[in-house]
Nanobody, 124 residues
Framework: QVQLVESGGGLVQAGGSLRLSCAAS????????MGWFRQAPGKERDFVAT????????YYADSVKGRFTISRDNAKNTVSLQMNSLKPEDTAVYYC?????????????????WGQGTQVTVSS
């Protein structure tokens, strides 16, 4: 099993930036892909970004392309999400997730480890 803990959320004005971090433990971090998802109140959990086991491949939701960057440091067992040019519609709880295998995926069901989430609020 894997344990994931997110940090770095907060309140920011539109156009600002935040950097989220995720610390992993419990299984070999470098053997599986990682992802970020988000969920607004009353809505389903949506895909944001994913990265392969070695960081060579990334994929983003259309809504965040050009604004968000996912990265990982396998030596430190961490995954990050740099969020720039934030918009009010980015407001959500952001979740770090560990995939079932080494290849990136936007599919919620390909992930079997989840953090508790961190709140990101973007004001107008």
């Amino acid at each position: 099993q894997v344990q994931l803990v997110e940090s770095g959320g907060g309140l920011v004005q539109a156009g600002g930036s935040l950097r989220l971090s995720c610390a992993a433990s419990g299984r070999t971090f470098s053997r599986y892909a990682m992802g970020w998802f988000r969920q607004a109140p009353g809505k389903e959990r949506d895909f944001v970004a994913t990265i392969s086991w070695n960081g060579d491949s990334t994929y983003y939701a259309d809504s965040v392309k050009g604004r968000f960057t996912i990265s990982r440091d396998n030596a430190k067992n961490t995954v990050s999400l740099q969020m720039n040019s934030l918009k009010p519609e980015d407001t959500a709880v952001y979740y770090c997730a560990a995939a079932r295998g080494p290849y990136y995926s936007a599919n919620y069901y390909n992930y079997n480890g989840w953090g508790q989430g961190t709140q990101v609020t973007v004001s107008s």
